[in-house]
């Protein structure tokens, strides 16, 4: 039986709450047992009124009483809007407790980053990243949690919190591995849908089972609360029925007995039948009649309350309800006495939190729903006005603001566009679209509709392309955007549609802008945007004439300003990617720098351009052998990006290019580090965008240089690195590594068959390079025995591109797949040219393969162990067992 008090209950709501409290209990635990132990994840489930937020309480006195640091905040059900709330309820106190250079120390390079999601610091003048904001979080709670350990962190109703704090509390939970510190989630199951009930969904995976989930109060139990509240002579009959009315919840049993004593009510079997009354009066409509009951200056007052939702106090709500301070003061005093609102626990809700808070969520959603649907608007307009003349800020006064209905009011519209910038800034582009999407239903003025419906465009660029460009070009076909706006519009649509794998629509959509205006700079910059798209499609054919109108166009550019020094670039990967003199790309890029770095605006972060110019740039110093250049523009990519808090598919790419830079140097170790960082960035943003097959392709391909072969074909299987491909380039051409994948597994037929597509998309394209897209050396080696004559014309045609080309690394690879041909003299005539090349190329790895291939053609025990130990260092593990095993068999060599 449970009719005995828990021992350590500080609430009747923790009746048959044991087992729960246990569970708390050991967590804390076994926290405290170790600081280098994992963090943990406790999710509590339960219907409303089941007692979530007693048990919370009542964790929290278990971790204060074992000197445990306790962090805790809690959802809003009119707050969601309200980004990075509860985060900020959660850190906020810490932060603040410390002096600003102190903050700054703690979150290092996170300071400008999270910063201002969390109220420290202001917002830069950026656009934030998400993604990097969120990863700011984490850092943040990483570097607090080393100093305030044991840390406990609270987060009670979580179906309540704001998108922004879920998505940082799924990648928190996610890494809890390696952070030292308890999480405790309370929720109701439902209440929510779409990205929010999947955050929460990740959150109780990672908390994986069992997941608490409180239960009703048995009969028993109810007895024993009963007898606890009104006395041991509160009949049994009494009892069943208290438990009858309430079914058993926890908060309804005990303001059941609550008004069972206001009421003077006897609990006997004869007063049983009034319960059903009293219980009504409690929630529901029985709540609007005790308010009705306080007076109208109480409602009122509980209506500005439940319209403020949290920082509620009486002079804001005095101003909110148009009273008086003293009579604001004495319906307090009356709501307090009803049990409707309470003084809130300073020390568990954290900055900010106001004098007053309702006693229940319960009760809070109940008042809510009470004020009449016209009275709520007018009163959420005025709560917006209340705000801002309080200096919070449009952001602040945004969540008002979407709740009033469309009159045509400009200053609405303004206010609206202010705090979409404000939610941008600080990396809540969610909380900015609803801000934008409320200002059209004003509606703006026609001459401002289409710059609102731009920036509702550029605010969901990043996380949903597909919906900014119906936007944008909604807004293209209005009259108001003019000008560089007009222009900037079709270019960030151009870069919507690329991302959602549109590529032959954004060639269409900047080529009809370009054709509408005259020669000058805007027509330069839609030039050379719709080169760029042109440049990297991987699809059908080029326009005719198109390589030769670029070269016209870059031909008169010396580089003066970015729409030049950006067709310089694309004419410098034009020449690359149809095999022209390397000298010729690399003298074309250098052009298109300033003292040798990217000019301003052109820069790894410049929204104008995006990162697409500075990448092939890049990538046409990688595959010319000036790797020293191509590495200093990735490593200042990685830089910029982590530097900006860009760490979602920004990141993801610049990191899979310096792993890119690793592997054609030969540092395939490095390079497979890289790459599997980029990977888990990857994988973040989503599978099957153009920056996906980027990171799986250069990791298959690292892979097979390693020697990893079974790795690789797993890594392709899981990763879907498989037929049909995307429309943008990928580098390494992913038809040439997965040829060479499928020759490596032993499926000869199909490794063929791949090469020979890549060869016919290359010639679509007139992609001649031979390092780019190395298909034929690969096709060439595997059709050797079977039709050696077609074998050697690829070959001969491979070292003709290679020496059209003009780098030591294609002339290298050509002679190697030629001397794999041959056999005698001819074959090591050949390996130690293929060695004289690849020795002054910077791919060590092509040139241990190369060492290693002459010394075997050779038989020469010196030149193969010169090839083992360049494999050794280079990681190349498949070439280092080659080596050997020649080198154990002993047979002829020398």
Not at 100 to 106: C, G, I, L, N
Not at 425 to 444: M, N, Q, V, W
Not at 687 to 696: D, E, F, I, K, Q
Request: hydrophobic share 45%; glycine share 8%; with cysteine.
């Amino acid at each position: 039986m449970t009719e005995e008090r828990p021992p350590e209950a500080s609430s009747a709501s923790l009746w048959e709450r044991d087992e729960e409290l246990a569970g708390v209990a050991l967590a804390i635990d076994t926290l405290r047992a170790d600081q280098s132990s994992s963090g943990s994840l406790l999710m509590i489930r339960g219907e409303a009124g089941f007692g979530k937020t007693a048990l919370l309480a009542e964790a929290r006195r278990i971790a204060e009483a074992r000197n445990c640091t306790v962090w805790q905040a809690r959802g809003g059900e009119t707050l969601k809007s309200v980004p990075f709330n509860v985060v900020r309820q959660l850190l906020q106190p810490a932060l603040i407790s410390l002096m600003p250079e102190e903050a700054r120390e703690y979150l290092g390079d996170w300071y400008d980053i999270a910063g201002p999601a969390l109220g420290v610091t202001e917002a830069g003048e950026r656009q934030a990243d998400p993604q990097g904001v969120c990863d700011g979080l984490v850092a943040a709670v990483r570097r607090l949690a080393k100093r305030d350990w044991p840390l406990v962190l609270m987060v009670d109703d979580a179906h309540w919190a704001d998108q922004e704090t879920l998505r940082w509390l799924a990648a928190f939970a996610e890494r809890l591995d390696d952070l030292s510190v308890l999480l405790v989630v309370a929720r109701r199951p439902g209440e929510v849908s779409g990205e929010s009930a999947r955050h929460l969904e990740a959150i109780a995976a990672a908390a994986g089972p069992p997941i608490t989930t409180l239960k009703c109060l048995t009969p028993d139990a109810t007895a024993g609360l009963t007898h606890a509240t009104l006395g041991p002579h509160a009949d049994g009959a009494f009892c069943r029925e208290v438990w009858a009315v309430t079914a058993g919840n926890p908060y309804e049993t005990v303001e059941l007995l609550a008004k069972v004593q206001d009421s003077a009510l006897e609990p006997v079997e004869a007063s049983a039948a009034e319960l059903r009354a009293l219980n009504r009066s409690a929630r529901g409509g029985g709540l609007v009649a005790r308010l009705d009951d306080l007076g109208l200056e109480a409602t009122r007052f509980a209506w500005a309350a439940a319209i403020l939702g949290t920082g509620i106090s009486v002079n804001l709500v005095a101003k909110l309800a148009t009273m008086g301070r003293d009579e604001a003061g004495r319906c307090a005093e009356l709501l307090r006495s009803a049990r409707i609102l309470t003084s809130p626990d300073i020390a568990a809700s954290g900055v900010g939190v106001g004098e007053l808070e309702f006693v229940h969520p319960l009760i809070a959603s109940a008042v809510y729903d009470s004020i009449p649907g016209g009275v709520r608007t007018a009163m959420h307009g005025i709560a917006a006005q209340v705000v801002t003349d309080s200096g919070l800020g449009a952001a602040s006064a945004s969540r008002h603001l979407l709740q009033v209905h469309p009159d045509e009011d400009q200053e609405l519209v303004e206010q609206l566009r202010e705090a979409a910038r404000e939610h941008l800034s600080i990396g809540a582009p969610d909380a900015a679209r609803l801000c934008l999407e409320r200002a059209l239903l004003e509606p703006p003025l026609i001459d401002v509709h289409a710059r609102v419906l731009y920036e509702l465009g550029c605010a969901t660029l990043l996380t949903a392309p597909a919906v900014t460009i119906g936007h944008l070009q909604t807004a293209l076909g209005m009259p108001g955007l003019d000008g560089h706006a007009r222009v900037d519009a079709v270019v960030r649509l151009s870069q919507a549609l690329l991302h959602n794998d549109q590529l032959e629509e954004a060639v269409r959509t900047v080529e009809a802008e370009a054709a509408r205006h005259e020669p000058g700079a805007a027509k330069m910059r839609l030039q050379a945007v719709q080169y760029m798209w042109e440049g990297i499609h991987a699809g059908e054919s080029p326009a005719p004439g198109r390589s030769e109108r670029l070269a016209e166009l870059a031909a008169t550019c010396t580089g003066r300003d970015n729409s030049e020094r950006a067709l310089l670039i694309l004419r410098g990967f034009d020449a690359l990617t149809h095999g022209e003199s390397a000298e010729e790309v690399v003298e074309l890029s250098d052009r298109a720098l300033v003292n040798g770095r990217l000019a301003p605006g052109l820069g790894w972060t410049d929204t104008e351009w995006g990162l697409e110019l500075p990448l092939l740039l890049a990538t046409a110093y990688v595959f010319t052998d000036r790797l020293d250049r191509a590495e200093s523009l990735y490593s200042e990519a990685v830089g910029a990006y982590e530097r900006a808090g860009w760490s979602g598919g920004h990141l993801a790419l610049a990191k899979a290019y310096v792993g890119l830079g690793h592997r054609r140097r030969g540092r395939l170790r490095e390079a497979e580090v890289s790459l599997r960082e980029a990977l888990g960035l990857a994988e973040r943003v989503g599978r099957g965008l153009p920056l996906y097959w980027t990171v799986v392709c250069n990791l298959v391909d690292t892979l097979l240089a390693r020697g990893h072969v079974d790795e690789a074909w797993e890594t392709a299987e899981r990763y879907g690195f498989t037929p049909p491909y995307p429309s943008p380039i990928v580098l390494p051409d992913p038809r040439c590594v997965r040829g060479r994948l499928l020759l490596a597994v032993g499926r000869t037929k199909d490794g063929v068959n791949e090469l020979e597509q890549a060869a016919k998309a290359a010639a679509l394209r007139g992609h001649h390079n031979p390092v780019m897209v190395p298909w034929a050396v690969d096709l060439a080696r595997a059709l050797a025995a079977q039709d050696p004559a077609r074998a050697a014309q690829l070959t001969s045609d491979a070292r003709r591109q290679a020496e059209r080309f003009g780098t030591d690394t294609a002339i290298g690879e050509a002679l190697r797949c030629a001397a794999a041909l041959e056999t005698g003299q001819r074959a090591v005539r050949l390996a130690a040219q293929a060695v004289a090349y690849l020795e002054s190329s910077p791919c060590q790895y092509e040139h241990a393969a190369a060492r290693v291939e002459y010394g075997i053609a050779a038989r020469s025990v010196a030149e193969i162990n010169r090839g083992l130990t360049l494999a050794r260092s280079c990681g190349a593990d498949g070439l280092v067992t080659q080596a050997r095993e020649v080198l154990e068999t002993g047979r002829g060599l020398r």
